[in-house]
Nanobody, 115 residues
Framework: VQLVESGGGLVQPGGSLRLYCAASGSRINAMGWYRQFPGKQRELVAPITSIGMTNYGDSVKGRFTISRDYAKNTVYLQMNSLNPEDPAVYYC????????????WGQGTQVPVSS
């Protein structure tokens, strides 16, 4: 499975940004996004299952929206009301169907928020 992320860029506080992640190479079960702050472990932002069930980390609920285009094997993260606590490297992941849960990762996208 290969994942290619795009869509990052500098935004101002209160602004919006949309991240994209396209997967190829296998039938995908779950997809989603993590983010990683400097010196910290990755934290889950939002997953979306093969049937469209979603969940959100507490810090992004009501501001971020995950969606998925199943035909294109692409997952999106719409980020609104970005604040100074959101800058991180955002990683998409994909878990293909199979006997074991294995996550494949995108290359990471830096999301800076200007002060």
């Amino acid at each position: 499975v290969q994942l290619v992320e795009s869509g990052g860029g500098l935004v101002q506080p209160g602004g919006s940004l949309r991240l994209y992640c396209a997967a190829s190479g296998s039938r995908i079960n779950a997809m989603g996004w993590y983010r990683q702050f400097p010196g910290k472990q990755r934290e889950l932002v939002a997953p979306i299952t093969s049937i469209g069930m979603t969940n959100y980390g507490d810090s992004v609920k009501g501001r971020f929206t995950i969606s998925r285009d199943y035909a294109k094997n692409t997952v999106y993260l719409q980020m609104n009301s970005l604040n100074p606590e959101d800058p991180a490297v955002y990683y998409c992941y994909a878990a293909p169907f199979g006997p074991r849960v294995v996550n494949y990762w995108g290359q990471g996208t830096q999301v800076p928020v200007s002060s």
